[in-house]
């Protein structure tokens, strides 16, 4: 008998719906939030209103792509957590409702957990090509920078993380300075193509271990656009894309020195990269670069599975259900926790 998971995603200001059957990817719809653009990061509230609004018609619209009638379904998996509670909450109570309305189980998903198997999904039955265990995957977002040594779908140990901010929030907060607006992130891909990564040297932290360091990244950058614009006001705009190219050049050098170095350390060669900087381009280019290097066998998502979706919350549930690794109908969500 075929098993068929309806994944809902509701983290923080993406709602997004997806369906699996035995592994294969049949829908994945995603609503986002622009209102949060205004206020130049992500306003809970806000993001929890909107998940009210969007969540049935998204349901409503990846089954509809998936050609599936709701009483096929065998599970249906929910983010969890981490991520903001009031969105958590809107996806986990409409998960438990329409299981309860459809006599199935539930199936509780760490959204960290299902960006590492995100590298799993498959958009058609022969696509398969996915890291081998044991790997290493540098799971890099707006939240997190952790290096993660995976075993097994269910047995992850993080043995590397931010000790303060993350890659992404570096990324966004100093795009924000210079005025490129929220996220940042993409905005300094863009830019960074035109810009020279040379131009500008900015302070790396010096971590021991496989933990990781942004605050003094950013304080540098700072520090870099303070003193030029007392000797030129037009600095920022003059130099935008070097700015971007350096600061860019500077966090994919941080990351990939920890990562070589738990590589080397640990003797693994299968090494993985997910969440929603792995769809940077400079970063991509660095795995590439070591993979032809380094003798790594490099795994890249494809960017619709790098930010937050409901493919890899249907995929984890997919391994999940298939261990009866369901939770109970009292299972709340949660804010913030390690790996499971």
């Known amino acids: 008998m075929s098993i068929t998971i309806l994944g809902i995603e509701s983290s923080c200001d993406d709602t997004s719906c997806a369906v699996i059957r035995d592994g294969v990817l049949l829908s994945n719809v995603i609503a986002g939030q622009s209102v949060h653009e205004a206020y130049g990061g992500v306003v809970p509230e806000l993001a929890s209103r909107a998940h009210l609004q969007h969540i049935i018609p998204v349901t409503a619209e990846a089954l509809k792509r998936a050609g599936i009638r709701q009483e096929e379904l065998s599970a249906i998996a929910f983010t969890r957590g981490p991520g903001?509670?009031?969105?958590?909450?809107?996806?986990?109570?409409?998960a438990k409702g329409l299981a309860l309305a459809l006599h199935c189980p539930v199936i509780g998903v760490n959204h960290?957990?299902?960006h590492v198997l995100a590298h799993f999904i498959r958009q058609t039955?022969?696509?398969?090509?996915?890291p081998q265990f044991p790997f290493l995957c540098l799971l890099v977002s707006g939240g997190n920078s952790q290096i993660i040594r995976v075993e097994a779908y269910n047995r992850m140990e993080?043995?590397?993380q931010t000790i303060d901010d993350a890659a992404g929030e570096a990324f966004d907060k100093c795009a924000k300075v210079i005025g490129l607006g929220y996220?940042?992130?993409p905005a300094v891909n863009r830019l960074a193509g035109e810009g020279r990564p040379?131009?500008?040297l900015f302070s790396k932290p010096r971590v021991p271990g496989y933990d990781y360091s942004f605050s003094g990244l950013k304080t540098s950058f700072l520090y870099t656009l303070r003193d030029a614009l007392k000797e030129n006001p037009d600095f920022i705009e003059q130099n935008r894309a070097d700015l971007c190219a350096s600061l860019q050049a500077t966090v994919v050098e941080i990351l990939m020195d920890k990562l070589r170095k738990a590589a080397a350390d640990l003797n693994i060669r299968e090494v993985a990269v997910a969440g929603g900087v792995s769809a940077n381009s400079g970063l991509r280019d660095a795995f590439r670069e070591h993979a032809a290097r380094l003798g790594w066998n490099v795994y890249l998502p494809p960017n619709a599975f790098t930010t937050d979706n409901a493919a890899m919350v249907a995929m984890t549930g997919y391994y999940k259900y298939q261990d009866g690794d369901?939770?109970?109908m009292d299972a709340v969500p949660f804010s913030r926790t390690l790996m499971e």
């Open 158 to 160: 993080i043995i590397g």
């Open 84 to 94: 903001l509670l009031g969105s958590l909450l809107v996806g986990v109570s409409f």
């Open 198 to 200: 040379e131009a500008f």
């Open 125 to 130: 039955p022969d696509s398969g090509r996915h």
């Open 112 to 114: 960290l957990q299902a």
């Open 183 to 185: 996220p940042g992130g």
């Open 326 to 328: 369901c939770c109970s």
